[in-house]
Structure formats: C-alpha cells, structure tokens
C-alpha cells in the first residue's frame, strides 16, 4: 500500500509538472484520456444546460404512454465519433429535428466552461453534422507545427491556428492577401514562414521592400526579381504587366475551341495548359506598401499613380496568369489616395496582427468580417505574431506563425537556391548575389563599447 501511494504521488507530480511546462506532452499522456472521459460522462447534463436539447418526439410519448412507462426526457444531439487530436478532442455531432448549428456555435464558450477545455469552435460539415473542436490548451502559447501537413503546388502552411488545425496559404482558392501589423508585432516573422514555404516549390519570387532590402534582399538567392526602392518597384511592376499580357497571349494561342475537344481541356488560366507549356507561377511580395503609395512632389505623385494602377491590373487581372499578390502594411486605407480602395477590394484573404487602432482593424476586417474588428484590437502586445485571418466568406480565426529567425530563413532559400526561375521579362531585376562594396560609407555614428 505504501509503494502504491508513493507511485500515485509521483504520477500526480509529474502530470502536474507536465501541465506546467509542457502542455503538449501532458494532453498526449494523460489530458486527451481525462478530457475524453469528462465528456462522456457530463454530456448529457451539459447539453441540456447549455439549452442544446429538444423535447422528445409525439411518437415516442406515445409509446410510453401505451405501454405505461416514464415519460422520456429531453434529447441531446447524437455523438457520430469522438476523436483525440494531438491538441484536443474533436466531436462529431448529428443534429436532432429542430436543432441548427447555429446553436451549438452560440453554446461553445458555455461548452468551454462545462468541459473544462481551454477553447471551443464548432463548423458545420453538411446538412444535421456539426464538428466541434476542442483544444485541451493554449496552442499558441508555444507554436509547434505538425511534422506532416497537407501542402500542395501552391498551398504552403504558414500558422497554426487556435484551435490546433493547420493554417495554410492556398493561392489556388485565395489568389491576394492584405496583411496588416503595427511595429513589432510578427508581420516580418509570418513573411519569413511564407517565403520559407514557397522556396521549395516551383515559383517565382518577386519582392519590393522599400526600406532599402533590410528585409528581403538577405534572402535574394531564392528571388527572381527584387526592387529596393519605389523607382525601381515601378518599372519592376511594369515588366510584370508585360509578362502577364505574355502569358495571356500564350493562353489564347492554345485554347483551340473547336468542336472535338473536350470542354476540361479549354484553357483559361496557367493550369490549364499542358505541364510542358505551363509558364511559372509568380508571388509578389510588396513590404511597406504605404512607402509606395507616398508622394511629397508632382513627380513622386506620377509615380504613385503608376505603381498603383500596376498592382490594380495585376490584383484585377494576375489570377488567370499566375501571378499572386502578398501586400504588407502597416495600414491600408483611403488616406493613402485614390486607388488604394479599390486595390483592396481585390485582396481576398486578410491577416491583421496587432493593431494601434480600431481604423487599422476596420481597414481589414470591416467590410468582410466586422466580428474580427474587436479580436484584432485585443490581441495582447506580448504575444508577438499571434494574428487574426479572415476572407470575403465573413469566417475568421486566431492564428500564430511559429518562429522563424532571419538565419534560418536564409538557409532555406540558399538551400533551394536552384529553384530560382529566370524570367526574361524580369531578367533586369534579378537581385545582385554577394555584397559589393560601397562607394561612400554612410555616416552612421556606432555605440561606443562599454567595459
């Protein structure tokens, strides 16, 4: 008896040790089979107190009434499978006649409570099935990204969300995104993890970082093109306007619309073409978008205007050619002059990290999904890269990139450096491998070193 009260104190110890510093091995352990357990057994009383219940049906209280038995109670939605994730539980529910999902959404965070889980989520799958999930604890606390994930040609996974699923990039489904963030708050890092994703796969690299390359230009190996100015971003955005009317001529001397083929076969975007004449596809990362669209004279505004209207006709007319939008900010909005509005209105997907206003929020959230306004300006200033990301759907999530240092951004696209494409349109903008010395140093006063 002694042996068995000191083993039970040891496991007792150490799953408490486990919750408190490694919560992920604590819910593979011993928190998945406790979870499971205290929703089985409380499920019934939940459900009813969570009003998730209906009352038994005319023939059933028939039945009992024939045959002189008690009186059936109220009936909670069937469970179909109850699955243990590596972050939680997920719960698959058949609805009862009369019951909508809309009502087990309105009951997650009652569920949340009465389950004892750290966050509740709930989706509909089809017609009578919702899928609740359950995270068992902060997974964005501490980002650990699955080994395996479900990526593909263009879908790169760049965060994890909050209730333990992968969040991916799919630039097949969501050809543009905005991505807004105030100073220090992960923007840079969820860069890095997209550039990192996209450096195996074959694609073009196109970057614009206007605060002279501090940014991209340490990963310039893995880049086909890169401007580090807006004179530069200019003509750069030019040579993509001509290379996109290229591949659409290319498209249209293949489409052959005759009567013997086949209506999958008719071309009408890169990926309808054969592999063999299948032109790159092309992501354009634009970082400081504001610093595109300043001006301080009337040649600066001839510029502006024509950078502008270059990344409209691509956000308008890149899709279909295979040329994708990433748009980077600190804000987005009307302030920044005319254009910028109707820019916006073609970047599908929209990821806000955290805000120094409710404006900036609006900027992203306000005319797609006004529900995220709120979380995106509470997002705390000490979980930096933890960020909300929604689309034209009205759905949103809380998600957080893991993080990926600068080096370790470099090594992977030096690493897949051989998958860099020329392109001819852009061939005057390849970036300049090495550090070639500067003329005149620029006077930078350093600190003076200390003791």
Not at 225 to 230: E, F, G, H, K, Y
Not at 287 to 312: F, G, H, M, P, Q
Request: contains cysteine; charged residues 20%.
């Amino acid at each position: 008896m002694t042996w068995f009260m000191v083993a039970l104190v040891v496991v007792v110890a150490a799953a408490g040790l486990l919750r408190w510093r490694r919560p992920a091995w604590y819910w593979l352990t011993f928190g998945a089979s406790l979870a499971m357990l205290r929703v089985l057994v409380r499920y019934g009383s939940v459900m009813d107190a969570c009003g998730l219940t209906v009352p038994p049906s005319r023939w059933r209280l028939a039945v009992a009434r024939a045959t002189n038995r008690p009186v059936p109670g109220p009936r909670a939605p069937r469970i179909l499978r109850i699955r243990p994730t590596r972050t939680g539980l997920v719960l698959r529910l058949g609805l009862r006649p009369g019951q909508d999902a809309f009502d087990v959404a309105a009951s997650c965070d009652r569920l949340r409570h009465s389950f004892a889980m750290y966050g509740v989520t709930s989706r509909e799958l089809r017609s009578g099935v919702v899928e609740v999930r359950m995270t068992g604890y902060d997974v964005l606390k501490r980002v650990q990204m699955p080994a395996s994930t479900d990526a593909g040609p263009m879908r790169v996974p760049v965060a994890l969300r909050e209730d333990g699923s992968v969040h991916y990039r799919d630039y097949r489904a969501v050809p543009h995104a905005l991505t807004l963030g105030a100073t220090e708050s992960g923007k840079s890092v969820y860069q890095r993890n997209l550039v990192a994703g996209l450096a195996p796969l074959d694609v073009a690299l196109v970057g614009i970082d206007c605060k002279q390359g501090v940014e991209l230009f340490p990963l310039a190996r893995r880049f086909s093109a890169l401007a580090d100015n807006p004179d530069a971003a200019a003509d750069l955005l030019d040579a993509l306007v001509a290379h996109m009317e290229d591949v659409y001529q290319l498209i249209r001397a293949e489409q052959r619309i005759t009567a013997d083929v086949p209506d999958a076969e008719i071309a009408a975007d890169i990926w309808s073409l054969p592999a063999k004449l299948r032109p790159v596809p092309v992501v354009v990362l634009v970082d400081e978008v504001a610093e595109l669209a300043l001006y301080a004279s009337k040649e600066e505004e001839k510029r502006r205007d024509r950078i502008i209207t270059a990344l409209a006709r691509l956000a308008q007319l890149g899709r279909a050619a295979g040329i994708y939008l990433e748009i980077c900010g600190q804000r987005f909005g009307s302030e920044l002059g005319k254009g910028i509005t109707m820019l916006r209105a073609q970047l599908t997907g929209r990821t806000a990290h955290r805000v120094n206003d409710e404006s900036s929020a609006n900027m992203a959230f306000g005319d797609i999904a006004p529900d995220a306004v709120l979380a995106a300006i509470q997002i705390p200033t000490d979980m930096p890269g933890v960020a909300i990301t929604g689309d034209s759907t009205g759905g949103w999530a809380r998600i957080r990139a893991p993080h990926t240092s600068l080096r370790q951004a470099v090594n992977t696209c030096n690493r897949h450096a051989n998958r860099t494409p020329d392109l001819p349109a852009l061939a005057p903008f390849r970036p300049v491998l090495g550090i070639p010395a500067p003329a005149d140093a620029p006077a930078v006063e350093s600190i003076p070193a200390t003791a």
